[in-house]
């Protein structure tokens, strides 16, 4: 009775496919990265966790910085720099409304970064390129002056945010090397 090698051969290579995306997907978090996360408070939390703490905090004394990018959150103390990927399905944009002073930002720099309207209630609408709403609601500015919202990957849109009676509006997009932080053109008239 002759084997059937080629259905041999390839049971064998899906399985070493999926044992290599399975090692690639889950890598282990080494010994140095998460004594570097206890030491600023955030191991065991997630990606969405340690943005939270980290971009509703103003000052930090241990001197953490943190900045987002579309791909990955960063943290560094001048001696240690860890990487931390966001999800694959979700983008993170942090942006800033103002009446008369901000700064120009691409990426945002959860630790530094300081918007106008401190602790402020907005009104946010978020939508798709097809005008599909995915945030309308009432939003509070952080201590830093900056609302941050978790968005679906790889699209474009717009941002409206109102205010006491003034309104701004900009486009965004959220794909791979798509700025994490909106600023100047949010001044609202």
């Excluded at 001048?78 to 942090?94: H, I, N, Q, T, W």
């Excluded at 509070?140 to 701004?168: C, E, H, Q």
């Excluded at 900009?170 to 700025?179: F, K, L, R, V, W």
Aim: hydrophobic share 40%.
């Amino acid at each position: 009775m002759k084997k059937p090698s080629g259905l041999i051969l390839t049971a064998l290579v899906i399985v070493v496919v999926i044992a290599v995306a399975v090692f690639l997907v889950k890598k282990p978090v080494s010994q140095s990265d998460t004594a570097f996360l206890e030491k600023y408070g955030l191991s065991g939390l997630s990606v969405e966790e340690m943005v939270q703490k980290l971009d509703s905090s103003v000052s930090d004394p241990s001197a953490l910085r943190a900045g987002i990018t579309s791909d990955y959150l960063i943290l560094s103390d001048g001696s240690s720099e860890v990487r931390v990927a966001l999800p694959k399905d979700k983008f993170y944009l942090s942006f800033a409304p103002y009446i008369s002073q901000t700064h120009p930002c691409g990426t945002h720099n959860l630790t530094s970064c300081q918007g106008e309207l401190v602790n402020t209630e907005i009104h946010t609408v978020i939508t798709d390129k097809e005008g599909k709403e995915i945030v309308n609601s009432n939003l509070t500015t952080m201590a830093n002056g900056f609302a941050g919202v978790w968005l679906p990957r790889n699209i474009d849109g717009t941002v409206s945010v109102s205010y006491n009676g003034k309104a701004a509006q900009a486009p965004i997009s959220t794909y791979a090397g798509s700025n994490t932080c909106l600023t100047t053109a949010l001044q609202l008239n």
